[in-house]
Every structure is written in C-alpha cells, then in structure tokens.
C-alpha cells in the first residue's frame, strides 16, 4: 500500500506563503506541509552550487515527511536547482515522486497575456542572474522581447513592513521606472518573486493603465490543479483532509510572528533543521 502524505511547499522565506495562500483557495481539500529555510534566507546572493544543496535537503525533508509531491515556491531555488533535482536525483532515489516549480508555468502565462510582445520581469538578484525567463521564454514564445530587472530592496521592505511607507513607495517607484524605461513597449510585467504579490497593488497604481502585472500565485495555483487533474497517480499519494502545517529552520516564533503579519492571517510554525 502506497504512503500518502501532504502536497510540500518549500520556499527560502517567506515568500511561498503567498503561492500556498492561492493553492489553498483553488485546491482547498488538499493537505500541505510548508518550509521555509528562513535560518539561511535570502538565497539570492548565494551561489549555484550552495542553493541546489540546500534546496535538496529542504525537499528530502519533505519527502521523509510523507510528501510524494513537492513544489518550489521559489524562483531562486526553481532557477538553479529544479532541473538537476528532476534529471539527477528522482530517477535514481525517489522515482516515485515529483518536485515542480513556478518558472515554467509564469512563463507561459506571460506569453498568453502579452498584445505587444514586450515584456517585464521583476525579481531578485539570484533569479535574474541565472536567466532562467528568457531561457525558458526562447524555447516556447522567441518572439517576445524580456526585458528583467532586479528589485534587491523589494523583499526588506516586505520583511520588515516598510512597503507603504514614502520610503518604501520611493524605492518601488524607481524600480518600475527603470523597466519602463529600458522598453516603453513593455505591456505585461511578471512579479517574479514570491515575496512580491504582497506588493501588487502598490505596483498596480504606480505603474500606467495600459501594463498589466502578473502575480505567481494563481498562475501556479492553476498549474498545480492540471497537473493533478493529469495525474491522478499523484492524487492517489496525496491526503485530503483540507489541513496546513508550517515549519520553519528559523526560531518558530520569530517566523509565525511575521508570517502572521505579512499574510494578515495566524500561522504558528515549528522549528525544523535541516542537514
């Protein structure tokens, strides 16, 4: 008899919540185990080769809990190590089970909504480092014109609640304004990072009518419910009873204070360590 488990999320912070918050809406009667390696956030900075290893224990962690299905809830973690945990280490150890990303399915999203085909990506960093939108978008939509750009203040801000401040709109205006200004064409902009849906709104009234802003959230929401729907295989290993459990590498109460603050909602948290 096959063991079921949770449907994991792992994300380097706290940013994933915001991916799990629309997971929950569109597929409520599933269970989910989150993971936030907060104790070794941000990733962005760190190297290739330090991401992938991290990344792999956190989902080995979810894996001895129970979950068959794990999801990158994070763009850096999707960007440098999804591919090498897909090709180099399910086949071998753990064929039975699945870990996904969001960069994919944001991809193709973009392409879909897109009248002038220019476009925007907003992200950390790490994210625009590796390239992994305009790799990803030159294999399905060549004809979109990518234009990315780095938002290294955006996730302070939201940390430490400072995104409705003067200070903080100061910041988020010049980072708009930069893309802009590199391709005026540009009519659809990806938030590409986890951390920023929190943001849309504010971005929403600083940027002009006519550019449209992408959250993740739904899209991989949407994404995960037809993967399930094609593969019922996967159902079959995933329990139904509508539950959340968060955890956390950082100190539990620290996290569940400003996980509770940044998603308006109570989340207690348990301490985890990952190895």
Not at 60 to 67: I, P, S, T, V
Not at 72 to 78: F, K, P, R, V
Not at 169 to 181: A, H, K, P, R, S
Request: glycine share 6%; proline share 5%; net charge negative.
């Amino acid at each position: 008899m096959s063991v079921k488990g949770p449907i994991g999320v792992f994300d380097s912070g706290y940013g994933g919540l915001t991916v799990l918050k629309e997971i929950r809406e569109k597929l409520p009667e599933y269970d989910f185990l989150y993971l936030g390696d907060n104790a070794r956030a941000p990733y962005g900075s760190r190297s290739f080769d330090v991401i992938y290893d991290y990344t792999w224990q956190a989902v080995q962690a979810l894996f001895e809990k129970g979950c068959s299905l794990v999801i990158l809830a994070c763009n850096t973690a999707s960007a440098k190590a999804l591919r090498n945990i897909q090709r180099l280490k399910l086949p071998e150890l753990h064929p039975d089970k699945r870990v996904l990303g969001v960069i994919r399915p944001s991809t193709e999203e973009l392409d879909k909504h897109t009248k002038t085909k220019h476009v925007g990506v907003l992200a950390t960093e790490g994210t625009i480092r590796s390239n992994s939108y305009e790799i990803e978008l030159a294999k399905f939509a060549p004809d979109l014109v990518v234009n990315q750009h780095a938002c290294p203040m955006w996730v302070p801000l939201i940390e430490n609640n400072q995104f409705d401040t003067p200070g903080g709109i100061y910041f988020i205006q010049e980072d708009l304004v930069q893309i802009l200004d590199k391709d005026p064409k540009i009519d659809t902009i990806l938030l590409a990072c986890t951390h920023y849906p929190i943001l849309i709104e504010q971005v929403r009234k600083l940027l002009p009518p006519q550019v449209e802003v992408l959250a993740q959230g739904k899209i991989v929401a949407e994404s995960l419910a037809d993967y399930l729907d094609r593969h019922p295989e996967m159902v079959e290993k995933c329990t139904q009873n509508g539950t959340v459990t968060y955890l956390t590498t950082e100190n539990a109460r620290i996290f569940s204070e400003k996980a509770s603050s940044m998603m308006n909602d109570e989340i207690v948290a348990e301490h985890l360590t990952l190895h």
